[in-house]
């Protein structure tokens, strides 16, 4: 099955930063602002996601003919 990676993870860094946003406009209580944090760390990892992902599919995809030209070549 195919998916978008990319835009998922670019989705879920959108939501903790719209999440982030509604926080700061509705205030928190100071023993509760750690969720601005928590926020900021989902928006990091998200971010993370969005630069990662395509690399780690092109290793894949390279590892994955690498193999296939080391079958054919075996044969």
Do not use: E, K
Not at 34 to 57: D, E, I, K, N
């Amino acid at each position: 099955m195919q998916t978008n990676d990319v835009r998922i993870a670019a989705a879920g860094a959108a939501a903790w930063a719209v999440a982030f946003v509604v926080l700061l406009i509705v205030g928190l209580p100071s023993d509760d602002r750690w969720w601005l944090w928590v926020c900021v760390t989902g928006f990091a990892s998200g971010m993370f996601g969005v630069w990662y992902v395509p690399r780690l599919q092109a290793r894949r995809a390279s590892q994955s003919a690498a193999r296939a030209a080391r079958r054919q070549h075996a044969d």
